[in-house]
């Protein structure tokens, strides 16, 4: 049963948390931060030795709730768990240097975060799915709005009027599908949908992808993000760009891949994810503000991965596993030491980066930038490389090229924040990192080159996940029994 | 004269028209509407036109609900109480976000007393 804990236990802790604040200030912090490392432990644990199915939780097939605990799934909940643990340390030492307010509503909801981002991997029941989908959204508006400065309110209600809509057209979707289908177990739905009349299949088609469109950010339906980026405060948007989008564009996919096994739009998705990263990157070239910034290159960053996905073919997803955990790693880097940078000089203003006096961070963040563009010998590389081959092989030159010229964009303005950072000047203040801080960003730092250099360390893993999710046949036999 | 409308096709046809042009009217106010509040009450207009549909296509009217009770021994002739549940969930969350979008509006409304959505600039575009 260890896959339900994923979603139990931070689920559970919100409802105990209230009892910690009774002992002493720091208890729920410390609480909430072992629960996620014994998280990622229990994942790692079962990584060690993973067959292509851990674990399948179905009660009272094709009716009752079921779990699916599989190898891709696997690795996705590594990575949240991972990030998580991450972002709580940073959290518990950046709360340090601010006065003390009782956060106890703020771990909660980090914790509601990760199960519904878990949730959404694991559970293979379609309105499971929006029970999840929807328990990350009020969750991510919380936190979006957090700080309660009228910048902050704006970004929750924009965030949460465009989630709102999108679960409009998630229930449509899933009411359509029940009345023709008679059930919600992506299983079942997975075996009839394909002989649906040809009217009603665009229709569902169209519905699910206007309703989760919304939320994996894509164009043209990600005018809100840099809004509610550039409103949020930096650490929340770690968690919005390295976990929820990741968690929603792994559920989308599957449920593609379950759905529409022969890849009738393959192609129309592929240009969708290219000119999503070419309009994404386009738009960033002129931005002053680091958060503005730094989530039209997320959106890009998410544009190539739907791309990769879309071809639906094993190199693909192998491609789009690789880029979503280089960027999910390199995200995460970014946006905590803008945090740091934030706190320190309390402007996200791209000139803020001229100010900057701090070679460890400077260091770190070029890293991060230089996967995220794709260099070799960096993480981001090997999923680039993939994703451009697989496109070259597949004839979509097109799009091919659409992404070597976002890519070339992207390049332009991470070398100019990399000449602002590097840039010479009269005397700086100097930006102190404290001890914690400076492990957390190297060790993260240190994987984003081991797996760039040595790629070979996660290589079959991932190309085992690509073919678990492309494994149709054997996922319902496992669910169905 | 009413039994017309008491047969199944017709009152299919009535839901799904109704239903729709409910959602229409939902999104019309969506698309219109520039104050925070009446945009909240478009997307739940267009939510309930949703559930109604989807409550309405899959209720039979001869068929009874779904309790084995006053003799009825198996499960046939019966609605489908799935629809049913989920849509009292589906209900709950919609409820839940609304609550949430007002309560963030209140917020907004108290820190600049600004309603419409054209005034929300302080986020550039």
């Known amino acids: ?481 | 004269m009413f039994e017309f409308f008491n047969q199944s096709e017709v009152i299919k046809i009535i839901i799904i028209v109704g239903s729709m042009s409910l959602f229409l009217v939902g999104l019309f106010g969506l698309l219109t509407q520039k104050h925070i509040i009446k945009t909240f009450i478009s997307i739940a207009i267009m939510e309930s036109s949703v559930f109604l549909l989807f409550i309405g296509l899959s209720y039979k009217q001869t068929f009874l609900a779904p309790i084995l009770a006053d003799g009825q021994q198996n499960f046939s002739q019966m609605n489908d109480p799935v629809p049913q549940a989920m849509i009292l969930t589906a209900i709950v969350i919609g409820m839940a976000v609304l609550a949430l979008g007002v309560s963030f509006t209140i917020e907004y409304y108290k820190l600049t007393s600004k309603t419409n959505i054209d005034e929300m600039t302080s986020l550039r575009n």
């Open chain 1, 1 to 481: 049963m260890s896959s339900t804990l994923f979603i139990a236990l931070p689920l559970l802790f919100g409802f105990i948390s209230p009892l910690f604040s009774k002992f002493g200030k720091n208890t729920t912090a410390i609480v909430s931060t072992t629960m996620q490392l014994f998280l990622f432990l229990l994942s790692l644990s079962l990584l060690v030795d993973a067959k292509p199915y851990v674990e399948v939780i179905s009660i009272n097939p094709p009716l009752g709730i079921s779990f699916v605990l599989t190898k891709v799934s696997l690795f996705f909940v590594t990575l949240f768990t991972f990030l998580m643990l991450m972002f709580s340390l940073y959290y518990m030492s950046y709360r340090k240097t601010i006065p003390y307010k009782n956060e106890t509503k703020f771990f909660i909801l980090i914790n509601m975060l990760l199960a519904s981002a878990v949730g959404l991997v694991l559970s293979s029941d379609i309105f499971n799915i929006y029970v999840f989908f929807e328990i990350a959204g009020i969750s991510a508006y919380i936190l979006s709005a957090y700080k309660k400065t009228p910048s902050a309110l704006e970004a929750g209600i924009k965030y949460l009027l465009t989630g709102a809509i999108a679960s409009v057209f998630l229930v449509f979707a899933i009411a359509l599908i029940y009345l023709n289908i008679g059930s919600l177990n992506l299983a079942v739905i997975s075996l009839s949908f394909e002989e649906l009349p040809h009217n009603v299949k665009i229709l569902i088609s169209i519905l699910l992808l206007v309703g989760f469109g919304f939320k994996i950010e894509i164009f043209p339906l990600n005018f809100w993000v840099s809004d509610v980026y550039e409103g949020s405060s930096a650490h929340v948007n770690t968690l919005f760009s390295a976990i929820v989008v990741k968690a929603y564009l792994f559920v989308f996919f599957h449920i593609l891949y379950l759905f529409l096994p022969s890849g009738e739009f393959s192609i129309f998705l592929i240009y969708l994810g290219a000119i999503s990263m070419l309009v994404a990157e386009i738009v960033a070239l002129k931005q002053t503000n680091l958060k503005r910034l730094f989530a039209y290159s997320s959106l890009g960053q998410i544009g190539l991965i739907f791309t990769a996905f879309a071809m639906q073919n094993q190199d693909g997803v192998q491609g789009a596993l690789y880029i979503i955990f280089a960027h999910s790693i390199a995200k995460t880097i970014i946006f905590l030491s803008l945090t740091t940078i934030g706190k320190k000089y309390n402007t996200y203003d791209i000139e803020v980066l001229k100010k900057l006096n701090s070679n460890f961070l400077k260091v770190v963040m070029l890293i991060a930038m230089l996967s995220l563009l794709g260099i070799p010998l960096f993480a981001g590389f090997v999923g680039k490389f993939l994703t451009l081959k697989t496109l070259a092989v597949n004839g979509t030159f097109l799009a091919m090229g659409i992404i070597l010229l976002a890519s070339l964009l992207e390049a332009v303005y991470y070398f100019k924040l990399v000449g602002f950072m590097f840039v010479k000047n009269e005397v700086k203040e100097v930006l102190e990192i404290n001890k914690t801080q400076k492990v957390i960003f190297a060790s993260l730092a240190i994987i984003l080159i081991i797996v760039g250099t040595f790629p070979f360390v996660v290589s079959n893993f991932l190309l085992d996940s690509a073919n678990v999710l492309l494994d149709n046949h054997s996922f319902i036999t496992m669910l169905m029994h």
